[in-house]
């Protein structure tokens, strides 16, 4: 008898093959799907109890779907487990942030992931749900704490606040600003 479906979103054939034979071992039933769009349609489909995304996919980004399961009623009990190999500062509360309720970094051990699973799948685990609809105005909890730091340090994190424009935008034109490429200097071309 099955512990329960579980479905992988992710757009490595072998990352899928090696996740489908540990969680199979384990007794779950497996689907996966190769990009975003997909397995975005699946996961409405089966409405699984967990769902493991990866992050960069083809087609729709896990962000987006995390975003989009998380706000629809019919699919926000679903657990969302980012299995990603992004690992830089902030990161997991991007994950987070976006709707995931857990984050698994590749590569990961097996017991991490069959441990994970297990507690995610229990009868009386109840989802986190999101305090807000998803919003595209950063908050303050989705700026990695370097960002923050650096903001803070130039006097700009007031100026953030009072934007509407994502995080990226705003610190490509912060960097852009903090540049000054007339002297950066040429490699010698020897």
């Not at 899928?16 to 975005?40: H, Q």
């Not at 600003?177 to 950066?184: E, L, S």
Request: aromatic share 8%; glycine share 6%; charged share 30%.
């Amino acid at each position: 008898m099955s512990k329960g479906n579980i479905l992988y979103i992710e757009d490595n054939y072998h990352n899928r093959l090696i996740v489908r034979s540990i969680l199979e071992y384990e007794g779950y039933t497996f689907f996966d799907a190769e990009d975003g769009l997909s397995g975005y349609q699946k996961l409405q489909e089966l409405k699984p109890k967990v769902a493991l995304l990866d992050i960069s996919l083809p087609g729709m980004d896990g962000i987006e779907i995390a975003r989009r399961v998380k706000t629809a009623p019919e699919t926000q009990q679903t657990v969302l487990i980012a299995v990603t190999g992004s690992s830089l500062d902030g990161d997991r509360e991007r994950f987070l942030a976006a709707g995931c309720d857990d984050y698994l970094s590749k590569p990961f051990r097996a017991e991490d992931l069959i441990a994970m699973v297990a507690e995610y799948m229990r009868e009386d685990y109840q989802p986190r749900q999101l305090e807000q609809p998803a919003a595209s105005k950063p908050t303050e909890s989705m700026i990695s704490p370097h960002a923050n730091a650096a903001l803070l340090k130039n006097g700009k994190r007031k100026s953030f606040r009072s934007q509407q424009v994502s995080e990226d935008d705003f610190l490509t034109s912060e960097i852009s600003d903090m540049i000054n490429f007339d002297t950066i200097k040429p490699a010698n071309p020897d």
